[in-house]
């Protein structure tokens, strides 16, 4: 079955980075669009960023244009986030996911399958 199995959560202050970690086993990683979502306490899950099955094409909250990119190896089955200038507001479960989708522009309806989360936590 698909795994996705996230890393690279952590503290860290404000004006911070960090790199989140994708996983991915259990299906053809190269066919697939992956995205990263968040989602905080009380509040809706976000999309972060979405990456096409070749990386040739992205897409990015507008939140967080200009300090996260999203990247990918398919020699390593894995997705990548770069969050730079991290911010309190950004605070939040990140989540990886992987959809058979052949465009960026969907949203969470169009992905099957999800990782468990890591937890990002910015303090201000």
């Known amino acids: 079955q698909v795994q996705l199995v996230e890393s690279g959560g952590g503290l860290v202050q404000a004006g911070g980075s960090l790199r989140l970690s994708c996983e991915a086993s259990?299906?053809?990683?190269?066919?697939?669009?992956m995205g990263w979502f968040r989602q905080a306490p009380g509040k809706e899950r976000e999309r972060v960023s979405i990456i096409s099955w070749s990386g040739g094409s992205t897409r990015y909250a507008d939140s967080v244009k200009g300090r996260f990119t999203i990247s990918r190896d398919n020699a390593k089955n894995t997705v990548y986030l770069q969050m730079n200038n991290l911010k309190p507001e950004d605070t939040a479960v990140y989540y990886c996911a992987a959809s058979k989708a052949r465009t960026v522009v969907i949203g969470g309806r169009d992905f099957s399958s999800w990782g468990q989360g890591t937890q990002v936590t910015v303090s201000s």
């Open positions: 259990g299906l053809t990683f190269s066919t697939y669009t």
